[in-house]
């Protein structure tokens, strides 16, 4: 299939892009590379460097796609906290530009990267995809406007769309994986503190109602969760709106997370317990059951161990400034 990803150079979107391109798509690449690596972007994908507002009409028009995953987004809860403008920008108004110009162009097929923070603080776990969508952060609000969005899109205009609601994605896809400039996710901020790169690793809350007080998140594998992009890409149906939650089905505490990356590194990773982060709700757990029974999938790489082992193998070769100019 010839195939547009937005934000391709991103984390997700790149290790998205990679894989679509081992299976023999034809892919190409819209990112405005403000948090991207450029070095992320398979070689045999064609990179468009620029953003949705002012280049998706452009590219759709000229290329014939048969569909396209769009992961091009803002997603720091904090700082949507913050700057909610820039978030409903990003993400729910360009999402909507994209929608329109794929209309325009008959461009029928849509994967869109949604998230767990559309959930909010659930009631009880694992969360199915019948829970109640309340979040607690405009981060979260804006992706799960987007998925109405595209449900009256589907209903109306006949686009075929899946949303995947993602956990806490993590690992790597061999040389391709998870650097940002700005760093805030669990498992890279431990694995620098492997490297030297962090004195330690701060404990945000040893107060929460959990076995050992800190907070308990699912992980996933970054190369499963591609998968899924694949067999949802795949199975998409003109005028059906499908939305599935992506984990593994287990919990692990932070404290669990630092002590899994010091079996695998080898480093003692010192850890400090700091206050709580704002927003973060107690436990997060998916119940992927539905993406399991209707598509099939079937992460064989979601372990924790595993995980960590190829985000450390991924971190600790890292030229972080070749892969962010493309030069690794
Ligand atoms: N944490 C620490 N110390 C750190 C960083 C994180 O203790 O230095 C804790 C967090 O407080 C949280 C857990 O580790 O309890 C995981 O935090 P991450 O930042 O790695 O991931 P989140 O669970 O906050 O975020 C993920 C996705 C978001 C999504 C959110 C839904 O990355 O995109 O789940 O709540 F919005």
């Given at each position: 299939m010839r195939l547009l990803v937005t934000g391709g150079a991103g984390y997700v979107g790149s290790?998205?892009?990679?894989?679509?391109?081992?299976?023999?798509?034809?892919?190409?690449?819209?990112?405005?590379?403000?948090?991207?690596?450029?070095?992320?972007?398979?070689?045999?994908?064609?990179?468009?460097?620029?953003?949705?507002?002012?280049?998706?009409?452009?590219?759709?028009?000229?290329?014939?796609?048969?569909?396209?995953?769009?992961?091009?987004?803002?997603?720091?809860?904090?700082?949507?906290?913050?700057?909610?403008?820039?978030?409903?920008?990003?993400?729910?108004?360009?999402?909507?530009?994209?929608?329109?110009?794929?209309?325009?162009?008959?461009?029928?097929?849509?994967?869109?990267?949604s998230t767990a923070a559309t959930y909010g603080e659930p009631a009880e776990v694992?969360?199915?995809?019948?829970?109640?969508?309340?979040?607690?952060?405009?981060?979260?609000?804006?992706?799960?406007?987007?998925?109405?969005?595209?449900?009256?899109?589907?209903?109306?205009?006949?686009?075929?769309?899946?949303?995947?609601?993602?956990?806490?994605v993590a690992g790597a896809h061999g040389a391709v994986g998870e650097s940002r400039e700005v760093e805030t996710h669990l498992i890279p901020l431990v694995l620098q503190?492997?490297?030297?790169?962090?004195?330690?690793?701060?404990?945000?809350?040893?107060?929460?109602p959990t076995e050992d007080g800190t907070a308990v998140r699912d992980y996933i594998h970054i190369r499963d969760l591609a998968d899924a992009h694949l067999l949802a890409l795949t199975t998409n149906e003109p005028g059906r709106h499908r939305i599935f939650n992506l984990g593994s089905g287990d919990g692990y505490s932070v404290r669990q997370v630092i002590e899994t990356c010091r079996e695998v590194t080898g480093h003692p990773i010192p850890a400090e317990v700091a206050p709580?982060?704002?927003?973060?709700?107690?436990?997060?757990?998916?119940?992927?059951?539905?993406?399991?029974?209707?598509?099939?999938?079937n992460p064989t790489r979601t372990d924790l161990p595993r995980i960590v082992a190829d985000a450390w193998a991924f971190t600790k070769d890292l030229d972080a400034a070749a892969y962010r100019a493309g030069k690794a």
């Amino acid at each position: 299939m010839r195939l547009l990803v937005t934000g391709g150079a991103g984390y997700v979107g790149s290790v998205c892009s990679h894989v679509l391109v081992e299976a023999g798509h034809e892919v190409t690449v819209l990112d405005d590379l403000s948090t991207g690596n450029r070095g992320a972007v398979p070689e045999q994908a064609k990179l468009v460097v620029g953003d949705i507002d002012d280049s998706a009409d452009e590219v759709l028009a000229g290329g014939d796609f048969d569909g396209v995953l769009h992961f091009a987004a803002r997603s720091l809860v904090g700082e949507s906290v913050e700057k909610p403008d820039v978030y409903w920008h990003h993400n729910f108004v360009s999402t909507l530009k994209l929608l329109d110009a794929m209309r325009a162009h008959g461009v029928n097929s849509l994967v869109f990267s949604s998230t767990a923070a559309t959930y909010g603080e659930p009631a009880e776990v694992p969360i199915t995809e019948d829970f109640p969508t309340a979040p607690t952060n405009p981060y979260g609000a804006t992706k799960l406007a987007i998925d109405h969005l595209i449900t009256s899109y589907a209903a109306a205009f006949g686009l075929g769309a899946t949303s995947l609601r993602y956990f806490n994605v993590a690992g790597a896809h061999g040389a391709v994986g998870e650097s940002r400039e700005v760093e805030t996710h669990l498992i890279p901020l431990v694995l620098q503190v492997a490297l030297g790169q962090r004195e330690k690793i701060f404990i945000f809350g040893d107060d929460y109602p959990t076995e050992d007080g800190t907070a308990v998140r699912d992980y996933i594998h970054i190369r499963d969760l591609a998968d899924a992009h694949l067999l949802a890409l795949t199975t998409n149906e003109p005028g059906r709106h499908r939305i599935f939650n992506l984990g593994s089905g287990d919990g692990y505490s932070v404290r669990q997370v630092i002590e899994t990356c010091r079996e695998v590194t080898g480093h003692p990773i010192p850890a400090e317990v700091a206050p709580r982060r704002a927003g973060d709700p107690a436990v997060l757990v998916a119940s992927s059951e539905r993406i399991k029974e209707e598509l099939g999938w079937n992460p064989t790489r979601t372990d924790l161990p595993r995980i960590v082992a190829d985000a450390w193998a991924f971190t600790k070769d890292l030229d972080a400034a070749a892969y962010r100019a493309g030069k690794a």
